[in-house]
């Protein structure tokens, strides 16, 4: 599939591709580089960032001691989005404003800044972080979301446990939402979560998924050639 290239990309990191169990910093080092090269060319970045495996080590410890409320999942949750955001704007701190945005409705100091990467994390309970990347690209007026999962796109089942299923190129949101349904819940995990989707749909956005392990795929992304992933629109 092709694009048309643009140099200015919303991207929401997968918590699993940073921290898969520990820190993959073979992917995040590939990731950096990749986009610090882009960023010398003149191209800017919002990157939002999911807890991965810090998330659900606290959920697991916290559930294994006491019986925990799906908000205090969610905080944990969050918690974890922040310590990655932090660590992102860690590595980018060259390129990167020095305030990592905790809430996606409150753009003030946001709005004029002057470095080429804004780095975003998880917000309230109920909340993920692909919608906080819905509700930035509506205010930051992204008509597109690159959603970076440890997956080639969206499949008809799991890939893991039927490697034959069938990837699908293209879906409406009508067919995505259909295989997603409508509500979200703590640790769900889906191509791009239900809450995001009925606003990206309500919308017209477009959200690319594709693996962002593949860090070659990507930059054909960004040069707007052919690349394998999911396109939902």
Do not use: C
Not at 88 to 100: G, N, Q, S, V, Y
Not at 134 to 147: G, H, R
Not at 173 to 192: K, Q
């Amino acid at each position: 599939m092709k694009h048309d290239a643009s140099k200015r990309f919303l991207i929401s990191v997968g918590g699993s591709l940073v921290v898969p169990s520990g820190i993959d910093t073979d992917f995040v080092g590939r990731f950096h580089d990749g986009i610090v090269s882009r960023v010398r060319e003149g191209y800017s970045f919002v990157l939002v960032v999911g807890g991965g495996k810090t998330a659900r080590n606290y959920i697991d410890a916290a559930s294994k001691i006491h019986t925990i409320e799906n908000d205090d999942q969610d905080w944990l949750g969050i918690h974890a989005t922040r310590m990655n955001a932090h660590f992102l704007r860690t590595i980018f701190r060259e390129w990167a404003h020095p305030k990592i945005n905790t809430n996606p409705h409150d753009l003030d100091d946001f709005y004029q800044i002057k470095e080429p990467i804004m780095v975003a994390s998880g917000w309230r309970p109920g909340f993920s972080t692909d919608y906080i990347a819905t509700v930035l690209a509506k205010y930051l007026d992204f008509k597109t979301i690159i959603n970076l999962s440890n997956t080639d796109g969206v499949y008809e089942a799991d890939p893991k446990q039927n490697p034959s299923a069938k990837r699908y190129g293209h879906l409406s949101w009508t067919e995505f939402r259909a295989l997603v349904g409508d509500t979200w819940s703590p640790g769900m995990n889906v191509p791009f979560d239900p809450v995001a989707s009925k606003l990206a749909e309500e919308e017209n956005f477009t959200v690319v998924v594709m693996n962002g392990a593949d860090t070659e795929n990507l930059e054909r992304y960004f040069l707007g050639k052919d690349f394998v992933g999911t396109t939902i629109q």
